[in-house]
């Protein structure tokens, strides 16, 4: 299984990017989806998470500004960043809880970084 990053790059504080998380592989089903950054010289936080019914969740940092969403027919989860402040600059991952074909249970995977900069 692998899931592929895409969509990063440099933009302009109040800009929008839109970043995309692909995953391929013998898939059964995949349960909840979500993107995590890491800033340099901090921790990895948790940015957004969505089910696999739809229902979202995100930072208090993000809320308002990011919307998470994903395509179950393309097994992609998406992540619309707007508003863009220089402190959103981080490597941003995907994560994903994924049951194989033929597996009884779900494990989680994680995507690489796409480098995300916001800056003048």
């Known amino acids: 299984v692998q899931l592929q990053a895409s969509g990063g790059g440099l933009v302009q504080p109040g800009g929008s990017l839109r970043l995309s998380c692909a995953a391929s592989?013998?898939?059964?089903?995949?349960?909840?989806m979500g993107w995590y950054r890491q800033a340099p010289g901090k921790q990895r936080e948790w940015v957004a998470i969505?089910?696999?019914?739809?229902?979202?969740n995100y930072a208090d940092s993000v809320k308002g500004r990011f919307t998470i969403s994903r395509d179950n027919a393309k097994n992609t989860v998406y992540l619309q960043m707007n508003s863009l402040k220089p402190e959103d600059t981080a490597v941003y991952s995907c994560n994903a809880g994924i049951l194989l074909r033929g597996s009884y249970k779900t494990t989680a995977y994680w995507g690489q970084g796409t480098q995300v900069t916001v800056s003048s």
């Open positions: 592989g013998s898939i059964f089903s995949i349960d909840n």
């Open positions: 969505i089910t696999s019914g739809g229902s979202t």
